[in-house]
């Protein structure tokens, strides 16, 4: 099994090629058909026609769309994301920095998320039709709807400047951190606890709970080996969805709280046409999201071995 | 019993230490550091790249130039003592302090500007700020690689530097003050290359400590600095996008000097703890509404005049702009203008009637144009005040919202028939707001995007340009302007003032009208 387990991992990783290749593709052409040039916007208002044409010619706007592409995959075989054409800094010493960041930023909101989530489902499928479950749901219905520029605001005005409980923007330690996680945590959360209630619930139906309440198990022991055991798959799709976007970046989030993620930076290149910026955080992002799904389905293969990793194949 | 409830208590103390551990707002603040707020990363602080108004702000605290402004906006050595212009204002022989250095320790020389020059010239540096020196000569040669060095830039000894012009060009010394003229070290540019921009060298105040991009700036006092003392450990530029947090940061202490936001603006003014710390001063730059003055409908001026006499800026600015700014009368702001254009600002006063009779008289009532905007909010909402003045005297205006590189490419190519912009001083001369703007040679990127084309007005711009008297100089600016403003290829309608507020224990900060003038010397903390 072990074996085949890695040979999936790599058939995965393998796939990743052409999938980036179809992306870099795609999102090349989209940039191209966008209207705004580059180049007119780093070179300053007063730049003579002569400058712009060179710097055209440099950065190759110059050629045709498939001469272009090609000269970007060859760059980025050799593991070259490019420099931006604004800071002329290197686009994947920028990622590398800006990643941890955006790592942390993810991992808090799972860390504040998770339990949360998990606990308010709990709590309304076992108290169906009481006044906790009206509660839970108001909360987890607000948690949903509320727009996170709007809760991010609010956050920052009441814990950072009326309580100074933390700082409102920055990237640091972990007091930076607080606020931002909290505020991307609340729509996680209140899915995660809708995908939970609506489990748990039908689980509780299930024929095989009535046998262990009948066998006189305590109830923890029946919600937790039982219910959370046969729950657990949807709740990790959800959390591995989740993840996977936090980890290309909260845009709304970061700019808020000035947090230094991905988000921000992908962004910022997007409003600046700055390409290669642009192509090197889609690129990395298309990793991620693979490699995080990737590592959920072998999860799934853990959690439940009924799940087959390979089942179209056989 | 008690165990059980002790273990209750415990995840919520827990908590609590938890929070209480990690919680704390203002004690992050260095000594002795001044605080201030960017709204996005600078782009870079290589001189010879630098087009935006923070990385130039921030170079200024880095570099030095041979000259530069003083508070009347008059130049004064940098580092250059003392300089003479020769009768026929073509040489320019600057005499260098002897005694400044780099960062790393190494004097200026005549060389270094020698080098910091041609480095601009160069068409290996792409450096989109070469027009500064395209007036010396052999510059042209140069940058085609027709020439080795640039011949106009000769170095007479260690300490003494003389630059010629092709002709005599009144705002030179002016230019000499932006940072593109600033002296870099060239073992450091061939040092890194590309990176230099992240570890700029130069002989100023400030030594750039660390940068981290989209983060913040960390510049330390230089003790080297040979002109002043720095009473100030260091300047921290910290990166916050959102105006609004930044707002908070300074309501806690954490910015020192923040540039304020239009929308903050009322509410420090209206508060009496707040409002004896705000500084304001009137900027050096002119707010219009552009039109594309070389195709229909906007190639007939009368129709131009018309949208002028149509819309009432007075008003807007007092009720739109909060006052914000001061009424403009044509492209050179008044604290440029040592000239009267009384005579000709007539043509400016809001008069709808006349609108409406140029436009019922020139058979153009229910003229479709497109007025291309960005997506400020505040833009948007001037766009719309506009196009309600210009449908009561018959013009149907269709606003067009870009993103801002978009809008600015189609600007530059001339595709809308109105549009709204800003030009901002780079040097304190009238030149700045003649030349670049309305002179035929400048089309669209260039700076002239209204594609406004006259004979006349490009004779007297060159005619100023040449002129070595400053009266003469005013004479033919004036001229130029009063034709300019005649002929309407914008509506002129503000220079903006800025508004700074500070924390009470900042003293000695003010406002200069050119951003590279803050060198960041005079500023002090007393807390």
Redesign the interface.
Known sequence: MGVDIKAYILKRLLLLIPLLLGITLLTFSLLKA?????V?????????????E??RK?IGADKSFISQYAGYLKLLITGDFG?SY????DVLT?IA??FPNTMKLAFGAMFIAIPLGITIGYISAYRRGGFLERFMNIVSITGLSIPVFWSG?MI??IF??EL?????????D??FL?LPAVVLSIPAMATLARVTRTTVIDILGMPYINTAVAKGLPSLKISIIHVLKNAIIPIVTIIGLDFGSYLNGAVVTE????W?GIG??TM?GI???DYPVIMGCIISGTVIFVVVNLITDVIYHYLDPRIRLHDKER | MRNKKGSRLSPAALLFVVLLLFSCSSSNRLDGYLYYRLNTNPTTLDPALITDVSGAAIAAKLFNGLVRLKDNLEIAPDIAEKWQISKDGLRYTFFLKKGVRFSAGREVRAQDFKYSFERILSPDTKSPNSWIFDKVEGAKEFREGRADEVKGFRVINDYAFEIKLKKPFSPFLSMLTTAPAYVIPKEDVKKWGVDFSSHPSGTGPFVLKEWLPNRELILQGNKMYFDGDVSISGIIYRIIPEDLTAVTEFELGNIDVLSLPASAYSKFRDDRKWNKYIVSNSGLNTYYLGMNSSRQPFDNPSLRRAVSYAIDRTRILITFYENRGRLAIGPVPDLLRKWNIKESSRFLIYNPAKAKEIINKERLSGTKVFLYITADQDVVDLSEIIQSYLSEVGINVIIKQLEWSAYKDAVNKGEPDMFWLSWWADYPDPENFLFPLFHSSNLGPGGNRARYVNKEVDFLIEKGQYSISEKERNYFYQKAEEIIIKDAPWVFFWHRNDYVITQPWIKGYRIYPIYTMDKGTEISIER
């Open positions: 966008l209207p705004g040039d580059p007119q916007g780093f070179v300053g208002e007063r730049a003579s026609p002569e400058i712009i060179s710097i440099e420099r604004y800071t002329n800094r920028d920095m800006k605001i920052m005005l950072g400047l100074k409980l933390f700082p409102p923007s920055g990237t640091g972990i007091r607080v700019t808020i709280f000035g230094d921000r930076f910022e409003i600046k046409r």
